[in-house]
Nanobody, 123 residues
Framework: QVQLVESGGGLVQPGGSLTLSCAASGFTFDDYAIGWFRQAPGKERELVSCVSSRDGSTRYAESVMDRFHISRDKAKNTVYLQMSTLKPEDTADYSC????????????????WGQGTQVTVSS
C-alpha cells in the first residue's frame, strides 16, 4: 500500500515557475525524510532537494539554490517543490523518494519511490 505520487509537471518557458507535489500514503510519513530527485536524458539521477522528518531541515543542490524551495505539509502527507526562474537545464523527470529520518545524497539509500513527473523548460 506504500505509495508516493508526484504531480504538477508540465511544459514551462524559461524563467517561469512550477510547483510539484508528492503525496504519500501507506507508511509513517512523519518518520521519513522526503527527497526530490531528477534525471535528464543521458544523465545520472541527482538529488535536487530534501527535507528531514524530525526538525524539518532542508538541503538543496547548488544548481537550484535560491530558485527551488521544498516544504512539507504533515497534515496532508504531502511534500512540495516550488520551482522558479526555471532554466532549460532543469528539464528532467522529477521523482520523490522516502528514507528514514534523514536526508542523503545517494539514491540507493531511499526505500520508496514515486513514478515521476516530467518537467520541460523550453521556449
Amino acid at each position: 500500500q506504500v505509495q508516493l505520487v508526484e504531480s504538477g509537471g508540465g511544459l514551462v518557458q524559461p524563467g517561469g515557475s512550477l510547483t510539484l507535489s508528492c503525496a504519500a500514503s501507506g507508511f509513517t510519513f512523519d518518520d521519513y525524510a522526503i527527497g526530490w530527485f531528477r534525471q535528464a536524458p543521458g544523465k545520472e539521477r541527482e538529488l535536487v532537494s530534501c527535507v528531514s522528518s524530525r526538525d524539518g531541515s532542508t538541503r538543496y543542490a547548488e544548481s537550484v539554490m535560491d530558485r527551488f524551495h521544498i516544504s512539507r505539509d504533515k497534515a496532508k502527507n504531502t511534500v512540495y517543490l516550488q520551482m522558479s526562474t526555471l532554466k532549460p537545464e532543469d528539464t528532467a523527470d522529477y521523482s520523490c523518494a522516502a528514507r528514514r529520518t534523514y536526508c542523503g545524497w545517494n539514491q540507493d539509500w531511499y526505500d520508496y519511490w514515486g513514478q515521476g513527473t516530467q518537467v520541460t523548460v523550453s521556449s
